[in-house]
């Protein structure tokens, strides 16, 4: 491989630093190496490379500079790492990254306004925004929650934020970008919101100080020194037959995605989030088998060349009726982390013919990734899920980009609360005498698993809820799968209990009634 070749894939992709280095080194290996290593004449000229993609100024003086002594020696990959990553550290020590303006990323810029912020949303009255014409109503803090009690509330000092708030990210992201959520939503009185998103990849370690206590009170308590399992084996999973499948509707499992290089959904601006766009649609449209399907950009959205004008209202109607599509953002945690602007532009969803596996684009995460089906076959539909995985991760590879991952945090998405697997694998079960129980959703959190209504978190009583695994980080796809089966078996086999139960005690009641009427 040339050099040329090199700097051509340099240029068009957006893989991180540490494995452009590693790319380079080994291209240079290929091309001149030994059994101990590259020389440093070579090296300089991956040196040159690396810090032109970087943004960092360098000149052939540098590179010698940087390898000063080394003029005969050959480096390893660990020594040229070292060397490099030591170099450029050197060479960008001070220097500032601009904050990102599309959009906005300066909001407060003391405590004092923070605070001040913080008490206007407490009693900010209800108000309309439009969305692509629709109009969205929305209350910062319906419930009258009397302060602010997110995770991010909870850690967020004076002292921490006058820490963090000069910080800046390579892609511009600022601290006050990343808690913004959380300052304008005080909180939910039926679930512990987290209160923060991340602007970028790299917000997680730039303001690691928050987002650690933040990640680890979420997560039920998650070292920052704890390293995330992967498990993707379809075979390791339970019998899903333990599962009274009378009182299961349908079996849905879904994951987030992110590209490396692009700005996650509160900060990427218009541009960008069409070059993700068209990155991830060359992969899906080239899935093959019962992957195989079609892209259908959001009806207006003028950004996918094949279908200028998106899908039609019609046919976008009716995948939000079928349960398939999203809805455009209509919660306050969205319409503060910006995630509405240029709506819907560049958003869309890939479904294969069969409808059962889907992709969506750029709504809160850059991808989420969904298999499902009727009926309690989680085993089909997490098999289908992993493939669809591997199948997009394979393909964007190939166009050399790369999901976001990391050994602490596993697969890196916008919010710290679907960080890790990402996973949530649900049922919709029906449980009309369990959902009545004043201690149900407490049974059900000692079982690892999360209660919804039929139609989310807020809505009334329907006999039916979404039933999910609670945990996403620090446990493996395949662990919380079968930890989903265990709770569903259990909370089932408690409703028959109850059914059961219930005839004898409307006896007793009429009995209790007529003994009254008697005396």
Same mark, same amino acid.
């Given at each position: 491989?040339?050099?040329?070749? @090199?700097?051509?894939?340099?240029?068009?992709?957006?893989?991180?630093?540490?494995?452009?280095?590693?790319? #380079?080194?080994?291209?240079?290996?290929?091309?001149?190496?030994?059994?101990?290593?590259?020389? #440093?004449?070579?090296?300089?000229?991956?040196?040159?490379?690396?810090?032109?993609?970087?943004?960092?100024?360098?000149?052939?003086?540098?590179?010698?500079?940087?390898?000063?002594?080394?003029?005969?020696?050959?480096?390893?990959?660990?020594?040229?790492?070292?060397?490099?990553?030591?170099? @450029?550290?050197?060479?960008?020590?001070?220097?500032?990254?601009?904050?990102?303006?599309?959009?906005?990323?300066?909001?407060?810029?003391?405590?004092?306004? @923070?605070?001040?912020?913080?008490?206007?949303?407490?009693?900010?009255?209800?108000?309309?925004?439009?969305?692509?014409?629709?109009?969205?109503?929305?209350?910062?803090?319906?419930?009258?929650?009397?302060?602010?009690?997110?995770?991010?509330?909870?850690?967020?000092?004076?002292?921490?934020?006058?820490?963090?708030? !000069?910080?800046?990210?390579?892609?511009?992201?600022?601290?006050?970008?990343?808690?913004?959520?959380?300052?304008?939503?005080?909180?939910?009185?039926?679930?512990?919101?987290?209160?923060?998103?991340?602007?970028?990849?790299?917000?997680?370690?730039?303001?690691?100080?928050?987002?650690?206590?933040?990640? &680890?009170?979420?997560?039920?308590?998650?070292?920052?020194?704890?390293?995330?399992?992967?498990?993707?084996?379809?075979?390791?999973?339970? !019998?899903?037959?333990?599962?009274?499948?009378?009182? $299961?509707?349908?079996?849905?499992?879904?994951?987030?995605?992110? $590209?490396?290089?692009?700005?996650?959904?509160?900060? #990427?601006?218009?541009?960008?989030?069409?070059?993700?766009?068209?990155?991830?649609?060359?992969?899906?449209?080239?899935?093959?088998?019962?992957?195989?399907?079609?892209?259908?950009?959001?009806?207006?959205?003028?950004?996918?060349?094949?279908?200028?004008?998106?899908?039609?209202?019609?046919?976008?109607?009716?995948?939000?009726?079928?349960?398939?599509?999203?809805?455009?953002?209509?919660?306050?945690?969205?319409?503060?982390?910006?995630?509405?602007?240029?709506?819907? &532009?560049?958003?869309?969803?890939?479904?294969?013919?069969?409808?059962?596996?889907?992709?969506?684009?750029?709504?809160?995460?850059?991808?989420?990734?969904?298999?499902?089906?009727?009926?309690?076959?989680?085993?089909? @539909?997490?098999?289908?899920?992993?493939?669809?995985?591997?199948?997009?991760?394979?393909?964007?590879?190939?166009?050399?980009?790369?999901?976001?991952?990391?050994?602490?945090?596993?697969?890196?998405?916008? #919010?710290?609360?679907?960080?890790?697997?990402?996973?949530?694998?649900?049922?919709?079960?029906?449980?009309?005498?369990?959902?009545?129980?004043?201690?149900?959703?407490?049974?059900?959190?000692?079982?690892?698993?999360?209660?919804?209504?039929?139609?989310?978190?807020?809505?009334?009583?329907?006999?039916?809820?979404?039933?999910?695994?609670?945990?996403?980080?620090?446990?493996?796809?395949? &662990?919380?799968?079968?930890?989903?089966?265990?709770? $569903?078996?259990?909370?089932?086999?408690?409703?028959?209990?109850?059914?059961?139960?219930?005839?004898?005690?409307?006896?007793?009641?009429?009995?209790?009634?007529?003994?009254?009427?008697?005396?």
């Amino acid at each position: 491989m040339s050099w040329d070749e @090199v700097n051509t894939w340099r240029q068009k992709t957006n893989k991180s630093f540490n494995t452009t280095l590693e790319f #380079c080194y080994n291209a240079a290996h290929k091309q001149c190496g030994t059994a101990e290593g590259v020389s #440093c004449a070579e090296l300089r000229k991956a040196l040159s490379l690396l810090c032109e993609r970087s943004a960092v100024p360098i000149s052939d003086s540098d590179a010698t500079q940087a390898l000063a002594g080394e003029a005969d020696k050959t480096m390893t990959l660990d020594e040229w790492k070292t060397a490099v990553t030591a170099f @450029v550290d050197s060479k960008t020590s001070g220097a500032k990254v601009s904050i990102r303006q599309d959009p906005p990323h300066e909001f407060y810029g003391s405590w004092e306004n @923070v605070e001040k912020v913080k008490a206007e949303y407490l009693t900010k009255p209800a108000y309309e925004i439009d969305v692509n014409g629709v109009k969205i109503k929305l209350h910062h803090n319906s419930a009258g929650v009397e302060k602010h009690s997110s995770c991010m509330a909870n850690h967020l000092t004076e002292e921490l934020y006058n820490q963090l708030k !000069d910080r800046v990210t390579v892609n511009g992201v600022t601290l006050d970008k990343c808690i913004k959520t959380g300052i304008e939503n005080p909180g939910h009185p039926a679930i512990k919101t987290v209160g923060m998103t991340a602007g970028d990849v790299e917000s997680y370690e730039v303001f690691k100080e928050l987002f650690d206590p933040v990640i &680890d009170e979420r997560h039920g308590g998650y070292g920052a020194d704890a390293k995330h399992p992967s498990d993707m084996d379809a075979s390791k999973i339970k !019998d899903p037959s333990i599962i009274d499948e009378s009182y $299961v509707i349908s079996t849905r499992v879904r994951s987030g995605r992110s $590209v490396q290089g692009i700005p996650l959904p509160p900060s #990427c601006n218009k541009e960008e989030r069409r070059k993700l766009e068209s990155i991830v649609t060359k992969a899906l449209t080239k899935l093959e088998g019962e992957l195989a399907g079609d892209y259908f950009p959001l009806a207006g959205s003028q950004s996918y060349e094949p279908k200028p004008g998106g899908m039609t209202s019609e046919e976008e109607e009716k995948l939000r009726t079928d349960h398939f599509l999203f809805q455009e953002p209509d919660s306050t945690l969205l319409i503060s982390g910006a995630m509405h602007r240029d709506w819907p &532009d560049a958003r869309g969803i890939y479904h294969n013919k069969d409808k059962n596996a889907l992709v969506w684009l750029n709504e809160e995460d850059h991808l989420r990734i969904i298999s499902m089906q009727m009926g309690p076959d989680i085993k089909a @539909v997490f098999t289908r899920f992993a493939n669809l995985c591997a199948a997009v991760e394979k393909v964007v590879t190939e166009e050399g980009y790369s999901f976001a991952h990391s050994e602490h945090l596993g697969y890196i998405l916008t #919010c710290p609360s679907n960080l890790g697997t990402g996973l949530r694998a649900s049922m919709m079960v029906k449980l009309p005498n369990l959902g009545k129980h004043p201690d149900f959703k407490k049974m059900a959190g000692e079982l690892g698993i999360q209660v919804r209504g039929s139609a989310g978190v807020d809505s009334g009583f329907t006999g039916v809820f979404d039933l999910s695994n609670s945990a996403r980080l620090g446990k493996s796809e395949v &662990d919380l799968i079968n930890i989903m089966i265990d709770g $569903v078996a259990a909370l089932i086999a408690k409703e028959k209990e109850l059914a059961a139960a219930a005839p004898a005690a409307e006896e007793e009641k009429k009995e209790d009634g007529a003994e009254a009427k008697a005396e």
